[in-house]
């Protein structure tokens, strides 16, 4: 069994940066691959980027460059720094994680954090 707790959301105006984590607890197994995903309110959940054990990255095309996914083993830790934020990046960020790296498909992971949410205005 895992456990994802995520944290660092918040608010910020457009331009600026937030670093989020989540902490993994439980099976380091199932914790071999970490994504990011996000939901903004109405519209469907969407993959961010993802990262294996073995630092292995991908992204949504439109994010890379201003978002940066990695992670500390020996802490169990994921993060994302997310750079030159826009309103449009306002929604509830989750991670998930699982055995194996399928890409940022949603239903592809077992186990879900609860979200933190990020704002950003204009």
């Known amino acids: 069994q895992v456990q994802l707790v995520e944290s660092g959301g918040g608010s910020v105006q457009a331009g600026g940066s937030l670093r989020l984590s989540c902490a993994a607890s439980?099976?380091?197994?199932?914790?071999?691959?970490m994504v990011w995903f996000r939901q903004a309110s109405g519209k469907e959940r969407e993959g961010v980027a993802i990262?294996?054990?073995?630092?292995?990255?991908a992204y949504a095309g439109s994010l890379k460059g201003r978002f940066t996914i990695s992670r500390d083993n020996a802490r169990n830790t994921l993060y994302l720094q997310m750079n030159s934020l826009e309103p449009e990046d306002t929604a509830m960020y989750y991670c998930?994680?699982?055995?194996?790296?399928?890409?940022?498909?949603?239903?592809?992971?077992?186990?879900w954090g609860q979200g933190t949410q990020v704002t950003v205005s204009s």
């Open positions: 990262i294996g054990r073995d630092g292995t990255t």
């Open positions: 998930a994680a699982g055995r194996y790296c399928l890409g940022l498909v949603e239903n592809a992971y077992n186990y």
């Open positions: 439980g099976s380091t197994d199932s914790t071999y691959c």
